[in-house]
Every structure is written in C-alpha cells, then in structure tokens.
C-alpha cells in the first residue's frame, strides 16, 4: 500500500512571506515517482514538479523550489516570497512503478491562502 | 488545442437517475484515469485504464462503470445516481512508459449535482 500525508490542512501567510508545504510519503516501491500539483480557485488541476526515487537533487524554479529527502521519505514544497496568486489547494501525489504500477495516491491537500 | 476535455462541464440530476461523462484525450498517452473531488476537496482515484484495459479499480460501487472504446477515450457511466454521488470528477491522463511514470493531465472537471 502507498500513502500520501500533508499534515498541514491550512496555512494562511501575507504576501511575500516564504511557506514550505509539507509531504510525507510511504511506500514499498523501490521505483516511484512523486509529484505536486496546484488547484487555483478556478478549480484546474495543473501539475508542477515530478521527482523519480533515484533523483534526490533540490530543484528551483523560479520562487518554487522543491526538497526531496528518501532518508525521511518527505518531499517538501516551498514558495518563496508569496503572492496572492499562489493562493490555491496544493497537492502532492505519489505513482509506484512496482507493486503498485499505475495507481497514483494523492494527499488531502493543503490550502494556502496568501493574504495581500 | 485542449488536451484532456470532459463532457458535460455541469450535471445536474434526479436522485434514481443514470448518466455518463464522457472524456477524451489528444496527447497519445496510455493510460487514462478518473477520480473523484468531494466537497473537502479529497481526490481520490476511482479507475485507471491503461491501453484500454482496466488496471486500477478502487473501491467503487459497481453502479459506476467505466468503458474505454479506445486509448484516447474513457467514459464514466453512474447508474441509480444518490446523493452522495455529488461531488467534482476528473478525467486525467499520463503516459506510462517503460521505466518511467509521467505527470497526468487534467481535464477540466465535471460538476455533479444529484437532487
């Protein structure tokens, strides 16, 4: 089984404070993948960052920048300097490739909301 | 160009009632998938299909049932539609190829509503 946990359920900042998303993950793949994605307002799910289980290296894209760490099995999410456009459910997801091909397991979400 | 489309964008119904969405893709991908939005805003998957065979089946009441007449569509067809039926659902689909798993795509969801 796989499983996905974002302990945090809300998180509320003001504009161009920084806020790290947290990931937990399980699983008993030895080849996985992990994903976030973002849920704006309006509803769309729009993907943003994939990460395999033999690639540990931090990635940044512009202000979102991702930390991927297999010895706590966490796959964090930080938004640097945020602005109210980032406000939106974000979710991050899991897909194993062994015992699990096929089957993508989401967290529950967490909902940021930034404040002007 | 729309990637994933779904049909219709809104649903509104009788309790009793059987209706389907209907789901199509342009990207070539493999494997197409449906999942379900609640009220909270859980995404919880419900069926995958990859290469028009069934390879993931949660949980579902058997009123659900999909079918892929091809690797470009997947349909969702509900039967006795209850209430708590209502919720969002969306259509995704990804390519999974050999030794790798790709990021699905999501079609822009279907609003339904069960009176």
């Known amino acids: 089984a796989q499983k996905v946990t974002q302990a945090q359920t809300e998180i509320s900042v003001v504009e161009k404070e920084d806020v790290t998303l947290d990931c937990v993950y399980e699983?008993?793949?030895?080849?996985?993948?992990l994903f976030w994605y973002k849920q704006p307002p309006s509803g769309e799910l729009v993907f943003l960052i994939r990460?395999?289980?033999?690639?540990?290296q931090n990635e940044i894209s512009g202000r979102y920048s991702w930390n991927f760490q297999k010895s706590t099995s966490s796959f964090n999410f930080t938004i640097t300097a945020s602005q109210v456009v980032d406000s939106a459910v974000y979710f991050c997801?899991?897909?194993?490739?062994?015992?699990?091909?096929?089957?993508?397991?989401f967290g529950d979400g967490t909902t940021l909301t930034v404040k002007p | 160009d729309t990637a994933v489309s779904q049909t219709p964008k809104y649903l509104v119904t009788q309790m009793g009632n059987d209706k389907s969405i209907k789901c199509e893709q342009n990207?070539?991908?493999?494997?197409m998938y449906w999942y379900k939005q609640d009220s909270k805003k859980f995404l919880k998957i419900m069926f995958s299909?990859?290469?028009?065979?069934?390879?993931i089946n949660e949980t579902v009441p058997n009123r659900f049932s999909p079918k892929s007449p091809d690797k470009a569509h997947l349909n969702l067809h509900i039967n006795s539609l209850e209430l708590g039926d209502s919720a969002v659902y969306f259509c995704?689909?990804?390519?999974?190829?050999?030794?790798?798993?790709?990021?699905?795509?999501f079609g822009p969801g279907t609003r339904l509503t069960v009176l």
């Open positions: 990207l070539g991908h493999d494997t």
């Open positions: 995704a689909s990804s390519l999974i190829a050999s030794g790798t798993y790709n990021e699905q795509f």
């Open positions: 299909y990859n290469n028009k065979e069934l390879i």
């Open positions: 699983t008993r793949d030895t080849t996985y993948y």
């Open positions: 990460r395999n289980s033999f690639d540990e």
């Open positions: 997801a899991l897909s194993g490739l062994n015992t699990n091909a096929g089957k993508s397991t």
